[in-house]
Every structure is written in C-alpha cells, then in structure tokens.
T-cell receptor, first 116, second 111 residues
Framework: EAQVTQNPRYLITVTGKKLTVTCSQN?????MSWYRQDPGLGLRQIYY???????DKGDVPEGYKVSRKEKRNFPLILESPSPNQTSLYFC???????????????FGNGTRLTVT | GENVEQHPSTLSVQEGDSAVIKCTYS??????FPWYKQELGKRPQLIID?????GEKKDQRIAVTLNKTAKHFSLHITETQPEDSAVYFC??????????FGAGTILRVKS
C-alpha cells in the first residue's frame, strides 16, 4: 500500500531532550516536507526537500533539523525541544513540486508532540 | 513571501445547504491552488485543485473558482452532508515552489 509513515504517533518529552520523528514513504517521491499544525495557524512548513541531499528552510525552521540521505526517508530532529514546539506534526511527500509540475501532497498520519 | 488568508474560520450550515469558503493570496505569480480536507484526528487529504490558467473546476458537489485579477479563490460545496464536516485548508504555491496554507475553516453540517 502506497503511504507515508510517521513514527511515533504520540510523544511526550521534556525540555532539552533530543528527539527524532521519522518519516518514510514508499512511493519513490522526490519531494518531501514537514509541517506543524497549530490551532488558528493552519499548516506551516518547517523544512522541505526537493530530492536526495537537497533540503531547504520553510517558514518556521528554527529549532529543527532535517536530513535527506535516502529518497524514502526524511527525519525531523529536535536537538533541544522547548514547550513552544508542542504541536501536531505532519510529514508529506509528492512526486515533484515545482511551478511547471504540481502534484498533490500525500500526508502521514501525524505525530502529536508534547514538550513539558 | 506568499500570504494566504482564509475566511471564515468557522462555518455552520444546515444539511442540504451550500457552503462557501474564500481565500486570498498575495503573490501574483502563484499558479497552483489546492484545497485539503482534514477530518477529525486524521491527515489532510486533497479534495480539489485548480491551476492559474483555469477559472473554475468542478467535481460532483465540489467546485473551486479562481479570480486571478482579484487574487482570490473559493471552495463551493453544494447539497452539504454531515460527512462534509471537517477542517478545510486552502493553499497557494508561490514562486519559490513552496506551498503556503491558509489557517483553515471548521465546517459543521447540522442534520
């Protein structure tokens, strides 16, 4: 089954304890992206990757890191989580994402992160 | 960068009535405008999209219209049903290949 898989679904952690949220897609998509969803703010892009070894900042990259060493995986790393990073996180992928070729985003099931 | 404003933030309609959600964007170079539906506790899913060379697109009870001059686009749902209750997000792709989302509209269809 074609899908985007995020883990874990729920995570409660404490301030400063490094964590990684994994994202994997089995559709051979070039484009992958991370969003955070907060009430009243919609989906805000954290980082995105147009292809392997290519990553770029989105609108809210502070406090996050990503890597794209393989096409299928795009982990989100919080080196020193803080309470303001408590949010619902979504990973998404699509075949390509550029002005001349737009394709729908396929979202993962989300990761609800709480930082105390 | 692109800014997308979405209205209203909440919308309640009676089953069978129509619902309209409106979005405005700031980047005149934006060329792709998708709409996503997110049911409670689930992931967003694409329901319809439109490109800048088209003024209107329909898919059964759902339609999207685009006014490039005014830089706004709208989602129209006719004959609403309880299963249409969800959060709806509009989005706009700006020149830098980045998809910018609106803040979302909570649609409640009352039966």
């Amino acid at each position: 089954e074609a899908q985007v898989t995020q883990n874990p679904r729920y995570l409660i952690t404490v301030t400063g304890k490094k964590l990684t949220v994994t994202c994997s897609q089995n559709m051979n998509h070039e484009y992958m992206s991370w969003y955070r969803q907060d009430p009243g703010l919609g989906l805000r892009q954290i980082y995105y990757s147009m292809n392997v070894e290519v990553t770029d900042k989105g609108d809210v990259p502070e406090g996050y890191k990503v890597s794209r060493k393989e096409k299928r995986n795009f982990p989100l790393i919080l080196e020193s989580p803080s309470p303001n990073q408590t949010s619902l996180y979504f990973c998404a992928s699509s075949p390509r994402q550029e002005r001349s070729y737009n394709s729908p985003l396929h979202f993962g099931n989300g990761t609800r992160l709480t930082v105390t | 960068g692109e800014n997308v404003e979405q209205h209203p933030s909440t919308l309640s309609v009676q089953e069978g009535d129509s619902a309209v959600i409106k979005c405005t964007y700031s980047d005149s170079a934006s060329n792709y405008f998708p709409w996503y539906k997110q049911e409670l506790g689930k992931r967003p899913q694409l329901i319809i999209d439109i490109r800048s060379n088209v003024g209107e697109k329909k898919d059964q009870r759902i339609a999207v219209t685009l006014n490039k001059t005014a830089k706004h686009f709208s989602l129209h749902i006719t004959e609403t049903q309880p299963e249409d209750s969800a959060v709806y997000f509009c989005a706009s792709m700006e020149y830098g290949n980045k998809l910018v989302f609106g803040a979302g509209t909570i649609l409640r269809v009352k039966s």
